[in-house]
């Protein structure tokens, strides 16, 4: 088991890694929509935090050795499923044509009161 970190997204905001590489699969841990250098929000629509999240996870990836088409399946959470067309939109076009398996939920809250968080687990060819 490997504990990967990326200082091209936001540091873990609780106790918890950014991503787990274990038996050639990495576990990225939700990603919300900070800027990695700040820390600050970078958008209030869900459109401008999906991009930003996306971001977040391919800089994760990369440090653990994959990126978005090896990406096997994604949660997404929502606060409002309202958000669901606009967050597509975004996402769509990320995983293009590979299309992971996905699992959106609504919830109540998200942390640092952003409307979308995004986890994925992806395959990883160079086993660390």
Do not use: W
């Not at 918890?16 to 990225?28: F, M, P």
């Not at 952003?114 to 994925?120: N, P, S």
């Amino acid at each position: 088991m490997n504990v990967v970190h990326s200082a091209a997204a936001p540091a873990a905001i609780g106790p918890y890694s950014q991503a787990i590489v274990h038996g050639g699969l990495v576990y990225c841990s939700g990603q919300i929509a900070l800027d990695p250098a700040t820390g600050a929000l970078v958008s209030t629509d869900v459109a401008g935090e999906t991009r930003q999240v996306l971001a977040n996870l391919e800089a994760v990836l990369a440090a653990a050795g994959a990126k978005p088409s090896d990406v096997l399946k994604t949660t997404v959470f929502l606060v409002d499923m309202a958000d669901f067309p606009a967050m597509n939109e975004v996402y769509a076009p990320f995983f293009a044509p590979h299309k992971p398996a996905r699992a959106t939920v609504a919830v109540a809250g998200l942390p640092r009161g952003v409307r979308v968080e995004i986890e994925c687990v992806a395959a990883v060819s160079d086993v660390r």
